[in-house]
């Protein structure tokens, strides 16, 4: 399958497992702040050196990863994402990445009885940062570009996720036949200069959820001839590196790879124009430069829980001085290297970090076995230094049916192998069942990413408690990206890896627990359990049908849906494809002399800094 494979969205999702992953698609994610991570998976961890920080005193300063691109179909990284956030707007966005959207470019939407017909309105008289006013023709060239250039790598978003209607084609490569979209057959219509029309093949309750992210972002029409119908007025490349135009609050200055990304304030600005007058990233791929950079030598003005890793994390230097109304942790860390203390927020953003097992491989008394042995709650205090929450299922607490208190209630009072406690005693007992025993003990391989002290450091904890089981667990390390495709080929007999949210609701997570789209035979599963053949994994793939036939933004469909995700959930614990094991926390660590708005639950990434503040450097 390619990245612009397109079919109806329940047969793609069906046949391929929602084309999540040519790489390890926006969703899935090695990070647990112990290194510098993209949503790609592109472990970085060669050296470099970092640049000395802007003069400019109303420059806000910040810290990057290696940027792949700033083409908003292209780019799949975080360290790209983020700036691109501050340069592109669509119709809508997430205020400070929070989970609520509002509209952008956007001035409202109507939408038809069966849920399948958007009529989407424009602000009028929004600017391009060329001075072009952004009109309908405009997202409809943009939104082409993501389902139909061979630059996009997120066509699914528009033609799977969401679902518009349009139509395929055979093509034949390499003697295969393979449906692949037909260019400029979507059904996306400029009504008029302010009006779009978007037609659904089938109600999908996520829609304008989608259409705030960034790869929806307008730009200008005709920019890049990588389309039909379009010769360009630049070339790929100095558009998605040199000269990329948006309609954001900040106007792209200049990027150098390895080096620094800078943005400036765009005065015509339809929204918000920024306090400041500009974002100075400098950008390193090496951790212990970054963390030098900006916690030992104060160079940045604030940095991600990610830049502060959790080797040189002390939970000891928090202080939480509040939990605000949507379970934000506020206070302070310090004193860091330099004798700062840095104002501090921490939220359990919507994520969740597992270990997956490939049922095939791995016999389910030992899956069992190590689920009574895993304690998460000692595994986020002593493995992750207490940066997140202990998780029993593969949804967060924040989109789970009724919300974070209904989410600890159903595990408290459900999960079978033991609540923030391990139960070795049940582990060797469920070992001697299946009948081993000291002479005659299973075995089995955990692979941790390569750059993950953590996780590798929680599958040795694991490894010495399952010992007392008759089990002998051999923990290995291989490159991010090694994983993911042994992964995929179904040689990995468990693993680690964490989802990040594609859009705020359950089938975005359990969508890897549908036992269909978890067989690595197909070309690209979107989890790598093999998980088939049992009673629990038909109740999976049933209830999943009740979530694809309900897709419909009502309450009646909500309610069949939010009955299935808990079903999904149930089945997961009785076969064990996935073993919950921690939610992150996202944290924030920044000087006084900054006031930014505090992140939500889409996390850091999310958020534009036209609303932040600098006031005078110490």
Excluded at 150 to 169: D, K, M, P, Q, W
Excluded at 197 to 217: G, I, K, V
Excluded at 270 to 277: L, Y
Excluded at 545 to 561: G, H, L, S, W, Y
Aim: proline share 4%; net charge negative; with cysteine.
């Amino acid at each position: 399958m390619t990245d612009t494979d397109n079919l109806s969205r329940r047969r793609f999702l069906q046949a391929t497992g929602g084309a999540a992953s040519a790489v390890a698609l926006a969703g899935c994610t090695g990070g647990d702040g112990n290194q510098t991570t993209t949503t790609e998976g592109n472990q970085t961890d060669e050296g470099g050196d970092t640049n000395k920080p802007s003069d400019d005193a109303n420059v806000l300063r910040l810290i990057n990863s290696t940027i792949s691109t700033l083409d908003p179909v292209k780019s799949t990284d975080t360290a790209g994402g983020t700036v691109i956030q501050q340069v592109f707007d669509g119709l809508m966005n997430y205020p400070n990445g929070s989970i609520e959207i509002e509209n952008q470019i956007a001035k409202g939407h109507d939408i038809s009885e069966d849920f399948t017909t958007y009529t989407l309105k424009l602000k009028e008289g929004v600017k391009f940062h060329n001075g072009d006013e952004v009109t309908a023709q405009d997202f409809v060239y943009s939104w082409e570009r993501l389902a139909a250039s061979s630059n996009s790598r997120r066509a699914y978003f528009i033609l799977s996720s969401i679902g518009v209607e349009h139509e395929t084609e055979t093509v034949t490569e390499d003697g295969e036949e393979s449906e692949v979209y037909k260019s400029g057959s979507m059904a996306v219509e400029a009504v008029d200069d302010y009006t779009i029309e978007m037609q659904l093949s089938e109600p999908f309750h996520a829609t304008m959820e989608m259409l705030a992210y960034t790869s929806f972002a307008a730009v200008p029409e005709g920019i890049v001839g990588d389309i039909d119908g379009y010769e360009g007025e630049m070339s790929h490349k100095k558009f998605s590196t040199e000269n990329p135009i948006g309609a954001g609050p900040f106007k792209f200055d200049k990027w150098q790879s390895n080096t620094e990304a800078k943005v400036t304030k765009y005065e015509d600005y339809h929204g918000s124009v920024a306090n400041i007058d500009g974002v100075h990233w400098n950008i390193s791929s090496s951790s212990d430069a970054i963390y030098n950079y900006g916690i030992v030598n104060q160079n940045a003005d604030m940095v991600s829980g990610e830049q502060l890793p959790t080797a040189k994390y002390n939970p000891n230097k928090v202080n939480v001085e509040e939990t605000d109304d949507v379970g934000r942790k506020v206070g302070t860390y310090g004193p860091t290297k330099s004798d700062a203390t840095m104002d501090y927020t921490g939220f359990a953003t919507i994520n969740a970090f597992y270990i997956g097992f490939n049922t095939d491989a791995v016999e389910k008394p030992v899956r069992q076995a190590a689920a009574y042995a895993l304690n998460q709650q000692e595994a986020v205090d002593k493995v992750f230094k207490g940066r997140g929450e202990s998780s029993y299922h593969f949804t967060p607490p924040s989109i789970y049916p009724g919300g974070a208190p209904e989410y600890e209630k159903h595990a408290k009072n459900n999960y079978p192998y033991g609540y923030n406690e391990a139960k070795l005693g049940e582990a060797k007992k469920v070992m001697e069942e299946a009948g081993y025993g000291p002479d005659n003990k299973a075995s089995f391989t955990f692979t941790a990413y390569e750059s993950s002290d953590t996780w590798a450091e929680l599958g040795k904890l694991l490894r010495d408690k399952l010992s007392s089981a008759h089990i002998e667990m051999n923990v290995e390390r291989a490159p991010f990206s090694t994983l993911l495709k042994r992964g995929r080929n179904g040689n990995l007999q468990a693993y680690s890896l964490g989802w990040v949210m594609d859009w705020p609701a359950p089938d975005n997570f359990l969508q890897l627990l549908n036992p269909p789209q978890t067989d690595t035979s197909l070309d690209a599963p979107i989890s790598y359990i093999n998980w088939s053949g049992t009673d629990a994994a038909e109740r999976a793939k049933e209830a999943w049908k009740t979530v694809e036939n309900n897709a419909a933004p009502t309450d009646e469909a909500e309610k069949a849906r939010n009955e299935a995700y808990v079903e999904i959930e149930e089945a997961n614990w009785e076969d064990l494809g996935f073993l919950p094991t921690y939610h992150r926390m996202d944290e924030r660590f920044k000087y006084d002399w900054v006031d930014c708005p505090r992140f939500g639950g889409a996390g850091v990434s999310r958020q534009m800094y036209n609303k932040v503040e600098i006031g005078d450097r110490k």
